[in-house]
């Protein structure tokens, strides 16, 4: 048995990002380990690694995101299908048939929290796609090298880079517009009594994470080095602010705002960090820290979709509990009350 390896914050890890501008390292070992293969038949020849071959933690990581990512889309489908099936008049009034079940402007939070959710897993099956496709994991862990990277290294990694990795980003800003609108504030454009604010400027922040996930995406090589590192810079501070304008407009959950609040100091303490160390030459601790950042990406977001679960179910349980332990009228005819009071005032 031969094993060959390349040692870590080596030159030659440069030189094959270089050459992978025109021909990708993986590309090159697949060509190798068929000639080798064909000039040795009766042996067995593996010079790369792939998704799922050989099967170990990364291929068993990604078959388990592979499964929420899928659970999340059935429930985003059924969120959808539920709001489709409430007329828009509603609004904060109970159904009539069940005046238990969510109203219109609660199952429109349940979808908001529902797409993050997707964002937010979709997420976390890029990153690790992106690990398992890297074509000497066997030998070297992907997490010492940096998403740039990886993407050179493998055809597959960058095409699923360049084309999920936009797909994935869109999820804040439409969560972002469901809830804001829910709210009943303006989207980008101000209208009568609904002026701009500290929302519009995350929702604009937001809408530029898809732009920049793709910039960062097209920018992996070896001439645009720099060009790339200064996108995922840019591209990680605006997914912090957009988490920021998300959770400062929670009715309900501020303990989801001192979450949010913490994981992006967090956040913005591994950036510094990433920083330091890779303007000092230290590539593996660099890539180590970027990968802590890129995790805490989605990280948030799921802070931020548990929150808004919360916020959406917390009033229509308390006004369930009330009334279910109340004597003095119909459990029904107490929901109905409960939930139009605020229309009774008006």
Known sequence: RVVLTLEAERVIHRLLWAVGDASPPGQFLASVEASLQARWPHCRVRCRDDLVRPPNIFSFVLLVLTLLLSWSFWALAHAVAAVWALPPETGRRPNHDDPSQPTRDERLDLLAARVLVCGSLATFWLLHALAAAFPLRSLHSPFKRDLGCLCAYSTRALRLCRLLGPCSAVAMPVAMAIRFDRLGLPLIVPAAGRPVGLHTAALLSATALPLLTAAAAWSVRSSLYSHHQLLIVLLFLAHLGSALGFAAYFEMVKW???????????????????????????LVRAAKLQWACAHMVPMVGLILAAALEVESGFARALVDFICETQDIMPTKMCIRLLRNADKCQG
């Open 256 to 282: 989801a705002v001192l979450g949010a609040s913490a994981g992006v100091m967090v956040a913005f303490y591994l950036l510094a960090k990433y920083a330091s160390e890779f303007t000092s030459v230290s």
